[in-house]
């Protein structure tokens, strides 16, 4: 059974940084395609981030180009998100996907396995 499990969400003022983590159990990541979405209250979930390492493409938000980072450890089996410059409108419920179909979308549908979510607060 596929086991995505985020961490590293937390509560950080205007400005700052904080570095999301996704350990995947269970299965080997290494050809998958690999995605950050966040959920706001009252929003729809939005993709921030993905990655297909094999088609050899990351994509970004327009919100979060510039100041996010995506990456993988293939070795750990992990996918991180390297969040800077945060701003309050980034406050949200972030999770972690994954699909074995290597192809990056922009909708939540298209991810197989998700994880629980990791609450980020930015506020002063």
């Known amino acids: 059974q596929v086991q995505l499990v985020e961490s590293g969400g937390d509560l950080v003022q205007p400005g700052g940084s904080l570095r999301l983590s996704c350990a995947v159990v269970?299965?080997?990541?290494?050809?998958?395609?690999v995605a950050w979405f966040r959920q706001a209250p009252g929003k729809e979930r939005e993709m921030v981030s993905c990655?297909?390492?094999?088609?050899?493409?990351?994509i970004y938000s327009d919100s979060v180009k510039g100041r996010f980072t995506i990456s993988r450890d293939n070795a750990k089996n992990t996918v991180y998100l390297q969040m800077n410059s945060l701003k309050p409108e980034d406050a949200a419920v972030y999770y972690c996907?994954?699909?074995?179909?290597?192809?990056?979308?922009?909708?939540?549908?298209?991810?197989?396995?998700w994880g629980q979510g990791t609450q980020v607060t930015v506020s002063s």
């Open positions: 990655n297909s390492r094999s088609i050899g493409i990351t």
């Open positions: 996907a994954s699909d074995p179909s290597q192809y990056c979308s922009t909708l939540p549908r298209n991810f197989r396995s």
């Open positions: 269970g299965y080997t990541l290494d050809a998958d395609a």
